[in-house]
């Protein structure tokens, strides 16, 4: 049975010249779904890191697999897999990039503020946060 994901959101960060970033993440559905090269380009390395990070975190118990991915028919090779939101927020936790904590901010900061204001789920947003603390509207 081929399965698709027709839309799969994105996470987007920028630097600038000063060493700031933003974090731009469109969420569809409330999820994002990336394979392991994509999170690997987003947080800056190999994508066996990525593969070996997320093995670990699975053979831990602490994410099981099958509730973060989701097979995904991709038309030219064949099936691949696609990690999750929140496989893509424990991955950020075991990188030691400057990406990789430009996103752990980016959680934390949309965490605080959706539960300070009290908002409801929303199935699609997109949510931006420069680190340089300003709030991106």
Known sequence: MKTHIEDTGSIVITEDDCENCTVEVRLVDGNVWMTQYEIARLFGVYETTVRNN?????????????????PSWNGQSGFCTLYGLEA?????????????????????????EHYRQGK????????????NGERMN
């Open 88 to 112: 893509i927020i424990y991955m950020s936790f075991r990188t030691g990039t400057y990406r990789a904590k430009a996103f752990r901010k980016w959680v934390v900061h949309t965490l605080s």
């Open 54 to 70: 997320l093995r670990t975190v699975f053979k831990s118990g602490m994410l099981r697999e099958w509730d973060v991915t989701h």
């Open 120 to 131: 409801p789920k929303e199935l699609s947003v997109i949510l931006v946060y420069a680190c």
